[in-house]
């Protein structure tokens, strides 16, 4: 992991201590020094993953950059007494690199989500950032990833952004980041926003930390997943009290 930021731990894994603000100056900084970074979005559910998976973990412990995607991320850090300024969530800094790339004529390759999804994100990337250097973009449904890394090995993009959920994604790019000096950044369920496919939750939810309610609104069979949120609450006030035992 990079030593540009302070990390704050939480429930084992290291999140960068910054603002949304800084940590893009500084991605913006690597990219135009052609320097090979990872960065993972993280929100409790996939903290509680990679404690059970310790595979996944080790990919974590590898990013250069783990951010704090989540309300919960930052109340946790909060409950810790380790806190962090603000969400730097997934969504927010694709948009925000899209946007950079752009006026910089970057050039970008896309991973993900299903064809009809990725062919309108395409689009959008003609209409909405006409200065970006589209070099290739293949869809998330793939059991060979040897076309896809040859691409990018031979058009070394400035950005990869892999939209095929963790922890597909990161594993995705843990493997194969060695072939392009790029940034490298999974980006989840962005590429169904951008299409359309999936409305963002407007700015008021997003201002009183419910956006995660707006969004199981609009996908109900996300309940299950949600459940992960009391489970890692739990896992918080467990560390807080065991941290409080040792100091006493």
Do not use: C
């Amino acid at each position: 992991m990079s030593n540009n930021f302070k990390k704050t731990t939480i429930l084992d894994v290291e999140f960068i201590n910054t603002t949304n603000a800084k940590f893009l100056a500084q991605i913006e900084s690597d990219s135009l020094a052609r320097k090979n970074r990872f960065i993972v979005t993280a929100n409790p559910e996939i903290v509680l993953f990679a404690r059970q998976h310790l595979d996944y973990k080790k990919i974590l412990s590898q990013a250069d950059y783990v951010t704090p995607d989540g309300i919960g991320i930052i109340k946790g850090g909060a409950i810790l007494g380790t806190p962090l300024p603000e969400r730097i969530t997934g969504f927010d800094t694709l948009t925000s690199l899209l946007e950079w790339a752009n006026s910089h004529h970057k050039s970008i390759y896309l991973v993900g989500a299903a064809e009809p999804v990725i062919q309108k994100v395409v689009t959008k990337m003609d209409t909405d950032y006409p200065n970006i250097n589209l070099v290739g973009f293949h869809n998330g449904y793939f059991k060979d990833d040897h076309e896809i890394v040859t691409k990018i090995k031979t058009t070394q993009p400035d950005f990869i952004f892999v939209a095929t959920g963790f922890p597909n994604q990161e594993t995705f790019i843990q493997r194969n980041r060695h072939v392009s000096d790029s940034i490298w950044m999974g980006v989840g369920g962005s590429f169904d926003v951008l299409a359309g496919n999936v409305n963002r939750a407007p700015q008021f939810w997003q201002n009183h930390h419910v956006e995660w309610l707006y969004r199981l609104f609009q996908e109900p069979t996300r309940f299950i997943r949600m459940l992960a949120i009391p489970h890692y609450l739990f896992l918080i006030y467990k560390e807080k009290f065991s941290r409080r035992k040792k100091k006493n």
